[in-house]
């Protein structure tokens, strides 16, 4: 028995699939793989089959005799690429082995050493069939770093590949990301192009939103990192700083006289930027008792968890149970949704995000149901004169999500529950737009988050009923904000 790969080229309607599996069933052939991906070819399907020499030529006679193969050759092609191959014996056999593969003549070839592990070696391939060409750069792309130097891109299915690996040289760039990282990237953003179009969305918008993530989070780095600060008297011994980056999370500061609690921690990226804003605002932070807590695990609220070393991490069972997932290389919960899992990637990629120890996390509560559909309390948190309880939410927003309540104080922590997008900065309502495009809705389970939020709301109204005042909204994203004629505005400074 043999295999053999077949690139066939199907019309676009029902039943087409099936009448090439029937040709491969009736010449006794047993198909072995089968790949289709829309978003590197409307028509073009991969089917390997394994069978006798004599029957592979059958079915291959059989798939040319009703269109499914052309074996006319098309106008010739020459395109040039670069590849990254490591700089050690046989690295470029692979490379060698595709372009075997589909039969690609190399015009020329040369390599340079870079004076590293790698070298970048330039082919020039002369292309009899042009339709390949997204399958021979793609092929190669997860295999190695490839760039696209020159090509005639009037093909329009072609634009899409040769943009997103030049998107992924790019980011390689820009985030000094390994080769690992590089091609888990290239395989993200294909993997998010390729459910959006099957939902309809235009290829090159999707890549726009997709770079446009990348640039937004990068531009913020460094001297460009900007945020503003709001602080509010909770008590007469804890005060609240409220930190609201462009790109990110907020995060919350709880001091007391010689305690700091922080809830969230924004992106791993800004590590070094929230720290210095953290000490200007609390030059005694090195020798303070540090606890964080978080509201749920999402990269952009936990990106510091795994670099504070010299704090408490305190967690509920659900969000220590998505982090062990991921340090056992499982789809977290985010990434248990289709639409969610390549954005959480590619996030987790350019945020430079790394998952905690688990050993070093204290979980807060015991025997939480597995699933509720109302908020449900799992623990208390004092810090100093102010009592806060801990609730449970759904999971409307992500599995594990919590709300931080403090009646007594009338402040309320609510995550991404309960955001004031009102009032976004232009900065923050550009960056906060890209997520909900990209994973369509950043609830995985739009009906629960609407429920928590307006379960939400209803514990806002009755504190604030209570304590004859308004209750001060801490939501994950955007200004500290208030209720006001069931309308969310910014508290005043």
Not at 277 to 296: A, E, G, M, N
Not at 315 to 341: C, I, M, Y
Not at 383 to 409: Q, R
């Amino acid at each position: 028995m043999v295999q053999k790969s077949f690139v066939t080229s199907l019309p676009d309607k029902s039943g087409s699939f099936l009448k090439a599996s029937k040709i491969v069933a009736d010449n006794n052939g047993n198909i072995i793989r089968v790949s289709y991906n829309k978003a590197v070819d409307l028509h073009m399907l991969f089917i390997d089959v394994e069978a006798t020499d004599e029957n592979i030529f059958k079915i291959e006679e059989d798939l040319l005799n009703v269109g499914y193969i052309n074996k006319e050759i098309p106008e010739k092609k020459v395109i040039e690429i670069s590849v990254k191959i490591p700089d050690h014996p046989g690295a470029v056999l692979p490379v060698l082995e595709v372009l075997n593969e589909h039969d690609i003549n190399i015009s020329y070839m040369n390599s340079v050493a870079g004076g590293n592990s790698y070298q970048d070696f330039k082919f020039g391939l002369l292309i009899e069939n042009p339709k390949i060409i997204k399958t021979l750069l793609e092929t190669i792309s997860k295999i190695y770093p490839i760039d696209v130097v020159e090509c005639d891109s009037s093909e329009e299915n072609l634009d899409n590949t040769v943009f997103y690996i030049k998107l992924a040289n790019e980011i390689q760039s820009m985030f000094g990301l390994s080769t690992e990282k590089t091609m888990q990237f290239i395989s993200e953003s294909n993997r998010i192009l390729q459910v959006l179009q099957s939902k309809g969305e235009n290829a090159s918008k999707v890549f726009d939103y997709i770079r446009r993530v990348a640039y937004f989070v990068n531009s913020c780095r460094g001297e460009n990192y900007k945020t503003n600060i709001q602080k509010v008297m909770l008590s007469d011994k804890v005060t609240l700083y409220s930190i609201q980056p462009y790109c990110g999370s907020n995060t919350y500061l709880l001091v007391s006289l010689d305690e700091l609690v922080m809830i969230d921690t924004g992106y791993a990226i800004f590590a070094d930027e929230i720290e210095k804003v953290i000490k200007s605002l609390i030059p005694d932070f090195d020798k303070r008792i540090k606890k964080i807590y978080i509201t749920h695990a999402d990269v952009d609220h936990c990106g510091l968890l795994y670099k504070l070393d010299n704090a408490q991490i305190f967690v509920n069972q659900k969000s220590a149970e998505n982090f062990d997932k991921q340090l056992k290389g499982l789809p977290d919960f985010r990434e248990q949704t289709e639409l969610h899992l390549g954005y959480n990637k590619i996030s987790r990629i350019i945020s430079g995000y790394t998952t905690p120890d688990i050993n070093k996390l204290q979980i807060i509560d015991k025997n939480t149901p597995k699933n509720h559909d109302s908020f449900i309390k799992i623990a208390d948190l004092y810090i100093d004169d102010l009592d806060f309880e801990i609730y449970e939410g759904s999971g409307g927003h992500v599995y594990g999500e919590m709300i931080y309540v403090c009646k007594n104080a009338g402040v309320v922590f609510t995550g991404d529950i309960l955001v004031n997008i009102s009032g976004f900065s232009k900065e923050r309502a550009e960056f906060n737009s890209l997520a909900p495009y990209l994973m369509k809705s950043v609830n995985v389970n739009s009906t629960k988050a609407t429920v928590m939020r307006n379960q939400v709301v209803d514990i806002i109204n009755k504190i604030s009923v209570d304590n004859k005042k308004p209750c001060i909204i801490c939501g994950g994203h955007g200004p500290v904000s208030i209720l006001q004629d069931i309308k969310m505005i910014n508290l005043s400074d």
